[in-house]
Structures are given as structure tokens and as C-alpha cells.
């Protein structure tokens, strides 16, 4: 069983800057691309960004694109996201996911993924 737990989060005001981690159990890590979703009160829950096995290619969600950065330490079976230049719109709880290894969608939306961290919360006050 995959365990991912996500840490990082807090509040923060516009224009700050946090890293979220997320830590996965097992010893396949480095075996599968992972993702960053949040899931703002009221709204379904949205893709973020991921990237692949060996970290060499990253995609990003436009609202996202030139503030958050993805990177992952396979000997650490880490993945983190930094997030720059927040905005109040990025408060939201914060999941990370281990993609599936056969795609049954694509890798912006949730099928894609097998396993789900428990989430982590960022707020950003204006």
C-alpha cells in the first residue's frame, strides 16, 4: 500500500512564498510521474502540475504557470512544489498523487491518478 503524505502548508500573505512536500512509502517511487491538485471551497478539485519519473519534464496549469515550480529527489521519494508569488485565488487544500502507470485520461485530470495524499492547507490572505 502507497502512502502519500503532503506537509508544507499555512497561511501566508499575497505575494509570499511556500514549498510543499510530499513523501511517498515504498520503494517504486522513482517508478511513477506524480501531480499537485487543490481543491478550493465549493469548487471541484483542479489540477496544479506534474512531472515525470525522472523529474526531466514538468506541465503546469496556466493560472499557475511562471509562479509554482515541481521537482521531485528520487533518493528522498519526494516530490515538492514551490509556489511563488501567491494570490488569495491559490487558498485552497492541496493534494499530491501517484500517476498511473496506464493513463486512463489525461494527465490533467483525476482518473489518472492512483493514489492520493490526505491534503495539506494553504491559505493566502489578500
Known amino acids: 500500500q502507497v502512502q502519500l503524505v503532503e506537509s508544507g502548508g499555512g497561511l501566508v500573505q499575497a505575494g509570499g512564498s511556500l514549498r510543499l512536500s510530499c513523501a511517498a512509502s515504498?520503494?517504486?517511487?522513482?517508478?511513477?510521474?506524480m501531480g499537485w491538485f487543490r481543491q478550493a471551497p465549493g469548487k471541484e478539485r483542479e489540477f496544479v502540475a506534474a512531472?515525470?519519473?525522472?523529474?526531466?519534464?514538468?506541465d503546469y496549469a496556466d493560472s499557475v504557470k511562471g509562479r509554482f515550480t515541481i521537482s521531485r529527489d528520487n533518493a528522498k521519494n519526494t516530490v515538492y512544489l514551490q509556489m511563488n508569488s501567491l494570490k488569495p485565488e491559490d487558498t485552497a487544500v492541496y493534494y499530491c498523487?501517484?500517476?498511473?502507470?496506464?493513463?486512463?485520461?489525461?494527465?490533467?485530470?483525476?482518473?489518472?491518478?492512483?493514489?492520493w495524499g490526505q491534503g495539506t492547507q494553504v491559505t493566502v490572505s489578500s
Open positions: 498523487a501517484r500517476r498511473r502507470l496506464v493513463l486512463m485520461a489525461t494527465i490533467y485530470e483525476r482518473n489518472s491518478y492512483d493514489y
Open positions: 515504498g520503494r517504486t517511487f522513482s517508478t511513477y510521474a
Open positions: 512531472i515525470s519519473r525522472s523529474g526531466s519534464s514538468t
